[in-house]
């Protein structure tokens, strides 16, 4: 899987849900922005501008947090991986190679010095197995 691959799929099957951040005032072709802030200050803006002014028609509306982006992300991961299954810990122990360190401390600096791709691949591997077969 290549790493869009995998934010998408991960995204998916956490249930990643987007939050609201902030608000905008939008022209009804919605070709133009102006004025970020909450909604109350976006509605008060609109309700304070002049009689025919061409911003009156403009309706308030909300802009939505991006989905994580998982495999450039360790803080990313460390949500999915709060409540990951032993298998996922198991293949990332073998992705990182950490499996063929013959001293404890090594086996632990490898997985704990994991990068985030590494950490989707596991997780991946262990969701959807049959994507990774051949």
Same mark, same amino acid.
């Given at each position: ?8 799929? $991960? ?11 902030? +608000? ?8 133009? +922005? ?12 609109? @309700? ?9 028609? +403009?309706?308030?509306?909300?802009? +939505? ?29 073998? $992705?990182?190679? @950490? ?8 086996? $632990?600096?490898?997985?704990?010095? @994991? ?20």
């Amino acid at each position: 899987m290549t790493p869009e691959q995998m934010r998408v799929a $991960i995204t998916e099957k956490v249930g990643w849900k987007p939050r609201v951040i902030d +608000y905008n005032c939008v022209s009804p072709d919605k070709t133009s +922005y102006c004025m970020i802030g909450t909604k109350l200050e976006c509605e008060d803006w609109i @309700a304070k501008l002049p009689a025919g002014s061409r911003f009156k028609s +403009y309706t308030v509306q909300p802009c +939505y947090s991006d989905p994580p982006n998982y495999p450039e992300d360790l803080n990313a991961c460390a949500q999915f991986e709060k409540d990951a299954p032993i298998e996922y810990w198991m293949k990332l122990w073998e $992705i990182t190679g @950490a499996c063929a360190m013959s001293l404890r401390s090594q086996q $632990i600096a490898l997985v704990a010095g @994991a990068t985030a791709t590494q950490r989707c691949e596991a997780l991946c591997r262990v969701w959807w197995p049959e994507r990774f077969e051949k």
